[in-house]
C-alpha cells in the first residue's frame, strides 16, 4: 500500500527567508504526486503536480518542487515566502490501481516577520 | 461553475444524532469522495464513488453511509453520531482514468458533536 511522510509537523520560517517542506513517498510503481495547500478555515488548492517527465516542477504561488526517485522524495520549496504562505501544506501520492490519493499528515507553516 | 459546494459549513449534533453533510459538484465528475481531516493525522478517505449507482469504502468507513443517485451529489450520512466523528469533512470530485488524476475539494464542514 502506498504511504506518505511528511517529517515535520511544524516549520518557522521569516518572511523573505527560502522554505523546503520535505515529503517522502512509498509506492511500488512510478508516483503521481501532489502538493496541496490549505488555507486557514479553507480547503485544500492545488500547488503542483508531478506525472512525468521534467523532475523539477512548477507551481502557482512561486512554489517548485523537485522529485528525486532514488531519494523516493518530492520535497517543496519556495526561494523567498511571504506572509501570505502561512498555512498547512499536504503532500499526496495517486495510486492507479483504486484511484486513491494518499494524503500525509501535513506540516504547518509559520511566517514571522 | 461553482466547483465543489459543500454543505453546511458547520453542524453540532449530540451523541447519537442523525445528520447528513451535503456534496455537489457542477463539472460532471464521475469520482466523487469523503474524506476527514483530523490534526496531525491528514486527510482518510472514508467513501467514495466511482459513479452513479457505485459507492464503495475507504479506509475510515465505520459509522458513515454514502448513495449516489446521481452524478451530481454525494451525500454522506452518520446515523447516530458520536465523539470520535467530530472533524472536519471535505468532499472531493474528479474524472477518473488515464489523464484524470487531480481532485477538487469543496470548502469542508466542521462537525462538532457533544
Known amino acids: 500500500a502506498q504511504s506518505v511522510t511528511q517529517p515535520d509537523i511544524h516549520i518557522t520560517v521569516s518572511e523573505g527567508a527560502s522554505l523546503e517542506l520535505r515529503c517522502n513517498y512509498s509506492?511500488?510503481?512510478?508516483?503521481?504526486l501532489f502538493w496541496y495547500v490549505q488555507s486557514p478555515g479553507q480547503g485544500l488548492q492545488l500547488l503542483l503536480k508531478?506525472?512525468?517527465?521534467?523532475?523539477l516542477v512548477q507551481g502557482i504561488k512561486g512554489f517548485e518542487a523537485e522529485f528525486k526517485r532514488s531519494q523516493s522524495s518530492f520535497n517543496l520549496r519556495k526561494p523567498s515566502v511571504h506572509w501570505s504562505d502561512a498555512a498547512e501544506y499536504f503532500c499526496?501520492?495517486?495510486?492507479?490501481?483504486?484511484?486513491?490519493?494518499?494524503f500525509g499528515t501535513g506540516t504547518r507553516l509559520t511566517i514571522i516577520p | 461553475n461553482a466547483g465543489v459546494t459543500q454543505t453546511p459549513k458547520f453542524q453540532v449534533l449530540k451523541t447519537g444524532q442523525s445528520m447528513t453533510l451535503q456534496c455537489a459538484q457542477d463539472?460532471?465528475?464521475?469520482?466523487m469522495s469523503w474524506y476527514r481531516q483530523d490534526p496531525g493525522m491528514g486527510l482518510r478517505l472514508i467513501h467514495y464513488?466511482?459513479?452513479?449507482?457505485?459507492?464503495d469504502q475507504g479506509e475510515v468507513p465505520n459509522g458513515y453511509n454514502v448513495s449516489r443517485s446521481t452524478t451530481e451529489d454525494f451525500p454522506l450520512r452518520l446515523l447516530s453520531a458520536a465523539p470520535s466523528q467530530t472533524s472536519v469533512y471535505f468532499c472531493?470530485?474528479?474524472?477518473?482514468?488515464?489523464?484524470?488524476?487531480?481532485?477538487?475539494f469543496g470548502p469542508g464542514t466542521r462537525l462538532t458533536v457533544t
Open positions: 463539472m460532471n465528475h464521475e469520482y
Open positions: 464513488s466511482v459513479g452513479a449507482g457505485i459507492t
Open positions: 508531478y506525472f512525468s517527465g521534467d523532475t
Open positions: 509506492y511500488g510503481a512510478t508516483p503521481y
Open positions: 499526496a501520492v495517486f495510486n492507479f490501481g483504486n484511484e486513491k490519493l494518499t
Open positions: 472531493a470530485s474528479k474524472n477518473p482514468g488515464e489523464g484524470h488524476y487531480e481532485q477538487y
